[in-house]
T-cell receptor, first 116, second 115 residues
């Protein structure tokens, strides 16, 4: 158990809908990262938040948005869902005392999103 | 161009043998970090080992070691005395520079340990 929790574990929805994925980082970790894992694209970095502020952005679609709240939990919002958004969405956290260095990321169990 | 290349989509290895998973990377940064993660069939991502670009010694964590060859831009994972529980997907990943902590993952290698 990494200490990172994600809810829900599974989510099934229809095209055009909007969903929210939730992540609670490990106790004390200030950084939260979101990743998407799909069969065709592999594991892709979406976005990073550090102590409530956006720090890095990857291949995140405009239909997707995220935020980190004062209690450090984070939410990833996916809207106007398409079939291709079906994937495993991971949240990870790290202590990130300073950028760079070992700073390994601890991953949650993921949320499997199925868009029908 | 791919930043992280894992050329072995799948490998079969006899239990108790050592196994080497290949990883090459591409970056123009002098400061970077290399990671290996394991993803069992249950789906979670498990951190295994880290190597910084300025680390002079190869990283080791228990049965895992990283064969870091900087000039060749190679960061192979070596698992000694493989066990059935090592069967999983293995991902090599890189963090470029020190600007942020974005990690780029390779496509992965699926390792099967045979009894």
């Amino acid at each position: 158990d990494s200490g990172v929790t994600q809810t829900p574990k599974h989510l099934i929805t229809a095209t055009g809908q909007r969903v929210t994925l939730r992540c609670s980082p490990r106790s004390g970790d200030l950084s939260v990262y979101w990743y998407q894992q799909s069969l065709d694209q592999g594991l892709q970095f979406l976005i990073q938040y550090y102590n409530g502020e956006e720090r890095a952005k990857g291949n995140i679609l405009e239909r997707f948005s995220a935020q980190q709240f004062p209690d450090l939990h984070s939410e990833l919002n996916l809207s106007s869902l398409e079939l291709g958004d079906s994937a495993l969405y991971f949240c990870a956290s790290s202590s990130r005392i300073q950028a760079g260095g070992r700073n390994e990321q601890f991953f949650g169990p993921g949320t499997r999103l199925t868009v029908l | 161009a791919q930043k992280i290349t894992q050329t072995q989509p799948g490998m079969f290895v006899q239990e108790k043998e050592a196994v080497t998973l290949d990883c090459t990377y591409d970056t123009s940064d002098q400061s970077y970090g290399l990671f290996w993660y394991k993803q069992p069939s249950s789906g979670e991502m498990i951190f295994l080992i880290y190597q910084g670009s300025y680390d002079e010694q190869n990283a080791t964590e228990g049965r895992y070691s990283l064969n870091f060859q900087k000039a060749r831009k190679s960061a192979n994972l070596v698992i000694s005395a493989s066990q059935l529980g090592d069967s999983a997907m293995y991902f090599c990943a890189m963090r470029e520079g020190n600007r942020d902590d974005k990690i780029i993952f390779g496509k992965g290698t699926r390792l099967h340990i045979l009894p």
